[in-house]
């Protein structure tokens, strides 16, 4: 499985961002996509996530701010997208965002896997 983010850049404090990510590969089920983020000198956190059935999670720092959603056009994942629409971006939102799929190969239907993306950096300048 291959996860591939794109969108990330510099913005000012108060403007928006759009992240999206990719996955491609033997992906035989999804259970979940998300995004986490780590900012320098910090852990690794979620910042939101959609599970299948289409329920949202967010970190409560970026509730309102941010918002999730996916997309599966064929079940042959010919095209599995999970997007993150980042509006009202503070300095503290700076870092690098990860793509992350929780979800099955073809090679193993029932074992399910974490897969990670390498990252998109998100500066946002005060």
């Known amino acids: 499985v291959q996860l591939q983010a794109s969108g990330g850049g510099l913005v000012q404090a108060g403007g928006s961002l759009n992240l999206s990510c990719a996955a491609s590969?033997?992906?035989?089920?999804?259970?979940?996509m998300g995004w986490y983020r780590q900012a320098p000198g910090k852990q690794r956190e979620l910042v939101a996530d959609?599970?299948?059935?289409?329920?949202?999670?967010?970190?409560?720092?970026v509730k309102g701010r941010f918002t999730i959603s996916s997309v599966v056009i064929s079940s042959d994942n010919a095209k599995n997208m999970v997007y993150l629409q980042m509006s009202s971006l503070k300095p503290e939102d700076t870092a690098v965002y990860y793509c992350?799929?929780?979800?099955?190969?073809?090679?193993?239907?029932?074992?399910?896997?974490?897969?990670w993306g390498r990252g998109t950096l998100v500066t946002v300048s005060s």
């Open positions: 992350y799929l929780r979800g099955s190969t073809w090679a193993a239907p029932a074992v399910l896997g974490d897969y």
């Open positions: 590969g033997s992906i035989f089920r999804i259970d979940l």
């Open positions: 959609i599970i299948s059935g289409g329920s949202t999670n967010y970190a409560d720092s």
